[in-house]
């Protein structure tokens, strides 16, 4: 299994411009989430899902949409990137079998906002 | 509001010697309780949890944490630190009970010195 997979790595973006961030996982779980982590604030929850079809907000969904039309696959997409996006990404994905909180996490992508 | 506090942005110490990282916590109802670790440039990876039962939780790479409930704290615990524990601690709660709204700390660096 690769596990919880993210693209890209690394992203440069000028203000006003748009991106997807890629996460799959090939664990068949039921629950994905996207988190992103600043420094000394922890990881913050933006969007998750809970299978195929639903999703839902976090705490910090503001300029951020998220779609799951596959168990696979959750992207994150950013509409218009503003400086205050800047941070890293974490995707995350869990099983109802594990209690669903045993998460497994990507490994992270970094985006810097110009 | 349900939070989580890691008082500590950093803790040193020796190899060989025990380590404590520590966590307290306010939640509604009862808590679901997680250590995750994260190594540089890494996503998280899963420590341990508390759910319910034995206070004294046992988890990966010899790891242990302890509720205690009249506390609200649920500190991380090793007898003996090796420097490849040296990493970024996160602690977290989840907020109502098996719904992966996972509620994080800011985290705490441990740095063991050989």
């Known amino acids: 299994n690769a596990g919880v997979t993210q693209t890209p790595k690394f992203q440069v973006l000028k203000t006003g411009q748009s991106m997807t961030l890629q996460c799959a996982q090939d664990?068949?779980?039921?629950?994905m989430s996207w988190y992103r982590q600043d420094p000394g604030m922890g990881l913050r929850l933006i969007h998750y899902?809970?299978?195929?079809?639903?999703?839902d907000q976090g705490e910090v969904p503001n300029g951020y949409n998220v779609s799951r039309s596959t168990t696979e696959d959750f992207p994150l997409r950013l509409l218009s990137a503003a400086p205050s996006q800047t941070s890293v990404y974490f995707c995350a994905s869990s099983s109802r079998d594990r209690g669903f909180s045993e998460q497994f996490f990507g490994p992270g992508t970094r985006l810097t906002v110009l | 509001a349900q939070s989580v506090a890691q008082p500590e942005d950093q803790v040193n110490v020796a190899e060989g010697n025990p380590l404590t990282v520590k966590c307290t916590y306010s939640?509604?109802?009862?808590?679901?309780l997680f250590w995750y670790v994260q190594y540089p440039n890494r996503g998280l990876q899963f420590l341990l949890k508390y759910i319910t039962g034995d206070n004294l939780v046992k988890g990966s790479y010899g790891f242990e944490a302890e509720f205690n409930k009249s506390q609200t704290s649920f500190h991380l615990k090793k007898p003996s630190a090796l420097v490849s524990d040296s990493a970024l601690y996160f602690c977290a709660v989840d907020r109502a009970g098996a719904t992966n709204k996972l509620i994080f700390g800011t985290g705490t660096l441990l740095a063991v010195q050989p």
């Open positions: 899902s809970v299978g195929a079809g639903i999703t």
């Open positions: 939640v509604s109802g009862n808590p679901y």
């Open positions: 664990m068949n779980h039921e629950y």
